[in-house]
Structures are given as C-alpha cells and as structure tokens.
C-alpha cells in the first residue's frame, strides 16, 4: 500500500476516527482544529496536529496543507466553516478534498465549492442501522444510488441445501447474487445458478431498492 498524507481538519468523533484509521493503516495525517482541548488529546497520537481556524487561509497555506494528497473536512455543525475550508483548500491547490455534509443543502453547497467526495455518515449510518433492526439477518446495507442498494445477509434456513436455480432467485426476487462467503471462510464470486446455498452462508445481493425490500422481507419468514 502506498503511504499517503492526509490533513484531517476537525477532530471531532468523526474526524477523530477517520485520523485514528488512517494512523493505524500508516498514513502520515496532519491534524487541524480550532480548539485547544481537542489539539491536545490528539497530540499524544500524532505529531503533526496544529490548534488553527482552517477558514484563515493564510495560516492554512503556512501550514504547508496544499502539500497534502488528501484533505478531509469533517467540520459538520458550523457551516460556514465547512464549506469556506473547502473552498480554501481548493483555492490552494489540494487535488482531494473529502466533506462532510450534514444534510442535502450542505451537500449542494459543498459540490458548489468544488469539493470532489461527499459522505454523509449520519444519514448512512441511519439508514444501515434500520435496515439492520429490521432484518434480523441483515449484516451490510450499501446504498449504492438513490435507486440501487447492496446487501450482505445470511442465508436463512429456508434456503438450506437450495440451489440459486431452485430458489429462483432472480425471478422471484429480482436481485442478483454477486458472491457467496460459506462459514468456513471460502468465497464465491459470482455463483452459477446451480451452486448450493446452507444456513448462515453469507450473500451479497444487489438490485434496486424496490427488489431488495421485498427480499428483505422473504429472509424475515
Ligand atoms: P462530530 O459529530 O464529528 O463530533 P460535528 O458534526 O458535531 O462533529 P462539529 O462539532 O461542528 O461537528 O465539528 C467537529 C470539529 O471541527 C470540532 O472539534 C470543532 O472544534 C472543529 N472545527 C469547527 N470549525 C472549525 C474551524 N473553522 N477550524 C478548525 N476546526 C474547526
């Protein structure tokens, strides 16, 4: 894996996480955030991490962040924050900027000042947490459009010992099986309609929304 530099601004539990993951891969992370508590917690796990208002372009350009392959803005609550960095860290040059947005406003105006990645973690977590509530064996829920989801789910004892063919699959549900990880580890990657299916296998199924509820609710009979 390449070793990356990342610049982290906002440290709080989202940002905060996202620098944890990307030390604990080796990435180098530069971490920026306007309040002097939060520099010094992350001082003890990173070297790089500077008490600064990332909306002062000066200070971010003396920084040395335009050096960066990466920046993430996880500033969420105060928007004017988060979209004046954003429109700053691509004013300096940053071939990558990644945002958070906290609503579909925020997103529009972030796609507006140019940044070129957008998550929303609460509203996708939201969403994966009631599917999973809802589903007792759903695993994974991936809205991968506003039409069209992947899901990872375990076989239920009504599929044991069936062939994709003889469940009909397809027809009936109409979504497909991308792959199928058997308990002991081993995976399928796209399975032939008569490859065999036991409880607790786990499936990755796509189709669009419409079709992946109507599964979901076939695996709660
Ligand atoms: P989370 O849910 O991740 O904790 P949040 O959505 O509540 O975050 P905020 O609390 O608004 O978002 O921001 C996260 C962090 O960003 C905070 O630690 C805050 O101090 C920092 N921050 C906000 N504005 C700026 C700024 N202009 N410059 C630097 N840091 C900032």
């Not at 399928?188 to 669009?208: H, K, Q, R, T």
Request: glycine share 8%.
């Amino acid at each position: 894996m390449m070793r990356k530099q990342f610049v982290v601004i906002g440290l709080g539990r989202f940002g905060g996480s996202v620098t944890r993951t990307l030390l604990s891969m080796g990435h180098e992370v530069m971490g920026i955030d306007k309040d002097e508590r939060i520099v010094q917690e992350f001082a003890s796990v990173m070297t790089e991490v500077f008490q600064a208002d990332s909306t002062d372009e000066n200070l971010m350009r003396k920084l040395g962040v335009r050096n960066m392959d990466h920046a993430i803005v996880a500033i969420g609550e105060d928007l004017q924050s988060s979209i004046l960095t954003t429109l700053i860290l691509k004013d300096l040059g940053l071939r990558t900027v990644t945002a958070k947005a906290t609503s579909d406003y925020h997103q529009r105006m972030l796609e507006g000042v140019g940044a070129d990645h957008i998550v929303h973690p609460e509203r996708d977590t939201g969403i994966r947490v009631a599917h999973q509530v809802t589903s007792k064996n759903m695993i994974e829920y991936v809205e991968l459009s506003p039409e069209h989801s992947l899901v990872e789910v375990l076989a239920p004892s009504t599929f044991n010992s069936k062939t994709l063919k003889t469940l009909n699959f397809r027809a009936k549900y109409g979504c497909s099986v991308m792959a199928i990880r058997r308990k002991r580890g081993e995976l399928i990657v796209s399975p032939y309609a008569d490859e065999v299916i036991f409880e607790g296998d786990m499936l990755v199924v796509i189709g669009n929304n419409k079709d992946i509820q109507r599964f979901e609710r076939a695996l709660e009979d």
